[in-house]
Nanobody, 121 residues
């Protein structure tokens, strides 16, 4: 059974940093594409960053240069390093995985439960 669990959310001030983690089990971690999504109150879920099976990374424009997605295959863990946080980054963040690809739009992926990130101004 594929399981994903996001953690690391919390409260940060604008300009600060947080690192999210997503621990995975039930599948061959390094053979799956993975990604991070977020959903702000009253808004649709959106893609933030993804990493393809062979390591290529993609970012939505609003986080390019501030966020970094990476994975530790030995630990079966996906990370999202978030720097220069802005109040508009406030959202519940979710990790996702798929054996083929994870695009920056929600899809029929395996999903973990989210972790809340709140950025104060």
């Amino acid at each position: 059974e594929v399981q994903l669990q996001a953690s690391g959310g919390g409260l940060a001030q604008a300009g600060g940093s947080l690192r999210l983690s997503c621990t995975a089990s039930g599948f061959t971690f390094d053979r799956y594409a993975k990604g991070w999504f977020r959903q702000a109150p009253g808004k649709e879920r959106e893609g933030v960053a993804s990493i393809a099976r062979y390591g290529t990374t993609y970012y939505t424009d609003s986080v390019e240069g501030r966020f970094t997605i990476y994975s530790d295959n030995a630990e079966n863990t996906l990370y999202l390093q978030m720097n220069e946080l802005k109040p508009e980054d406030t959202a519940v963040y979710y990790c996702a995985a798929d054996p083929m690809s994870v695009l920056l739009t929600p899809g029929p992926y395996y999903w973990g439960k989210g972790t809340l990130v709140t950025v104060s101004s």
